[in-house]
Structure formats: structure tokens, C-alpha cells
Nanobody, 118 residues
Framework: QVQLVESGGGLVHAGGSLRLSCAAS????????MGWFRQAPGKERELVAR???????TYADSVTGRFTISRYNSKTTVYLQMNSLKPEDTAVYYC????????????WGQGTQVTVSS
């Protein structure tokens, strides 16, 4: 069982920055792909960024160049650095994990609210 706890959300003005953290309680963290998703009111959940167990990161087009995902295996933590935030980035952000080779993200955090004011 993997437990994920997000932190770092909040209210920020457009153009500002936030860093989200996701602490994972699992001994084999190095074997998990990690992802950040978001869901805005009235919209479907979307993948924002993911980082594979071997370290390769990919991003949604809407955040490329502004967001950076990173992982620190020794701390079993994944981060999402968000710069140049826009009002359309407002959403609940979720951390998720899937064991390497799995197609689905099986473990989810409780979510953290990010609100960007114009």
C-alpha cells in the first residue's frame, strides 16, 4: 500500500510561483512512476507532469516551460515547481503513483488547492 500526502498549495497572483510536494510512504519508491494531475471545476482531471521511476519527465503542453517535476528518492518525495502561474492553472492538484510497468495510477493523494488570481 502506498500513501501519498500533498502539500504546498495556496493562493498566488498571476505570474507567481508555488512548489507542491508529495511525500510517499513506501519503501520501494524508486520502483514507482509518479505523476501530478489537476482538476478544475467542471473539467476532467488531466495529467500535468509525470516522472518515470528511472527519472525521465514529461509534461502537458499547457505547462511545458513553466512547470518542473522532480523526485528525490532518498526522501521518497516528488515535487512540482510551478512558475509563471496563470489563472487557468487554478485547480485541485493530485499526486499519483503507479508501479513501474503498470498502465494505471493506482495510488492517489487527497489533493491540494492551487488558486491563481488575475
Amino acid at each position: 500500500q502506498v500513501q501519498l500526502v500533498e502539500s504546498g498549495g495556496g493562493l498566488v497572483h498571476a505570474g507567481g510561483s508555488l512548489r507542491l510536494s508529495c511525500a510517499a510512504s513506501v519503501r520501494t519508491f524508486v520502483s514507482y512512476d509518479m505523476g501530478w494531475f489537476r482538476q478544475a471545476p467542471g473539467k476532467e482531471r488531466e495529467l500535468v507532469a509525470r516522472i518515470a521511476w528511472f527519472g525521465i519527465a514529461t509534461y502537458a503542453d499547457s505547462v511545458t516551460g513553466r512547470f518542473t517535476i522532480s523526485r528525490y528518492n532518498s526522501k521518497t518525495t516528488v515535487y512540482l515547481q510551478m512558475n509563471s502561474l496563470k489563472p487557468e492553472d487554478t485547480a485541485v492538484y493530485y499526486c499519483a503513483a503507479r508501479f513501474k510497468g503498470s498502465n494505471e495510477y493506482d495510488y492517489w493523494g487527497q489533493g491540494t488547492q492551487v488558486t491563481v488570481s488575475s
